[in-house]
């Protein structure tokens, strides 16, 4: 595909308004559709053309990419053109689970639609900028002819032929993100409660969450590995005993401890199955066999 080529984006919300300004920068004449038409206003600005309905917005481009809320309005939107889509590639960067993105690339090659499904690592601001990067799975072949066009969004990362994997990956990484938002809001009620000052916290939080994470590829080969026993300078024993005193600081100082409880019945677990020499990581084979 040429740097001039054809695309469609379809849904034009915060996301999808970022990728379609991103082709326009990148030069690709862009069709854009919106259920709520009015969305498409300062992209026609940027000079894209907006299509009267799917089908024309469909037919306009080979590349087609899908940015709309969540699976059920993919298929709404997308259902009623399939015979248009025949023999495009469609590309779908909707959020959703890696069964939706599977049973979406079973309808896509019943209709003869090349389909690669999607997951955005980056808010809509990041789009185009070194801090995006932007997963994929499924046809491999009409990946990397479009792939020139899709790294203007960011980063692209090939996870795989399985549709379902860029899919698993974007979960993870969301999960990852919430487990670490659940930690600060606990953190940011807890010291709230004797008024810290946010100025002198907030650079001791951030500092202490990075020095935790670089952590992770130790925690990833362990998890491979399935040995918890390997470096170990923390051990499991010690932070079951420790993690009571979160517990008991959130209660006397007034804060739910909901986020964090979950972690206390799996690090006692850990010990009581005669984990407590090696890591916490060993609460990763834990999740593996829920209780
Ligand atoms: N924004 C973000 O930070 C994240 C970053 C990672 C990826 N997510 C996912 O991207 C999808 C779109 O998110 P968004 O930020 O663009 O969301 P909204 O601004 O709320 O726009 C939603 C668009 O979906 C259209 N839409 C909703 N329901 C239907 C439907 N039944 N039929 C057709 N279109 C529908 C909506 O249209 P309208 O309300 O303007 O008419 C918007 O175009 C999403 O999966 C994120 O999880 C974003």
């Given at each position: 595909m040429s740097s001039n080529s054809p695309v469609?984006v ?8 970022a990728l379609a300004t991103a082709f326009l920068t990148g030069g690709h004449p862009t ?15 940027l000079g894209a ?14 590349l087609?990419v ?61 789009i185009g ?17 479009h792939r020139p066009a899709l790294e203007l969004l960011g ?137």
């Amino acid at each position: 595909m040429s740097s001039n080529s054809p695309v469609t984006v379809l849904g034009l919300g915060a996301m999808g308004s970022a990728l379609a300004t991103a082709f326009l920068t990148g030069g690709h004449p862009t069709t854009v559709w919106n259920r709520t038409p009015g969305k498409a206003d300062p992209l026609l600005a940027l000079g894209a053309t907006r299509a009267d309905g799917v089908a024309a917005a469909v037919t306009a481009s080979d590349l087609v990419v899908v940015c709309l809320l969540d699976h059920a309005s993919v298929h709404e939107t997308l259902g009623p053109v399939a015979a248009e889509l025949s023999g495009r590639t469609l590309v779908n960067l909707t959020n959703g689970t890696p069964a939706q993105a599977r049973e979406t690339a079973g309808w896509a090659a019943g209709h003869g639609i090349a389909y690669v499904d999607g997951g955005i690592m980056a808010v809509p601001p990041g789009i185009g900028t070194d801090q995006a990067f932007v997963l994929y799975s499924g046809a491999e072949d009409a990946f990397a002819a479009h792939r020139p066009a899709l790294e203007l969004l960011g980063a692209a990362h090939f996870a795989g032929a399985d549709a379902g994997l860029a899919a698993l990956y974007d979960i993870a990484l969301l999960s990852g993100m919430y487990g670490m938002f659940a930690g600060v809001f606990h953190a940011l009620a807890l010291v709230g409660t004797e008024k810290v000052p946010a100025a002198e916290f907030a650079p001791m939080l951030t500092g202490w969450i990075g020095a935790m994470a670089a952590g992770i590829p130790h925690m990833a080969a362990q998890a491979e590995s399935g040995d918890y026993t390997d470096g170990v300078v923390s051990n499991a024993a010690m932070q079951a005993a420790a993690f009571g005193n979160l517990l008991r600081t959130a209660e006397d100082q007034g804060v739910s401890g909901e986020l964090i409880a979950p972690l206390r019945p799996l690090l006692d677990r850990l010990v009581a199955e005669g984990g407590g020499a090696g890591d916490v990581t060993g609460v990763v084979e834990l999740l593996k066999r829920p209780a």
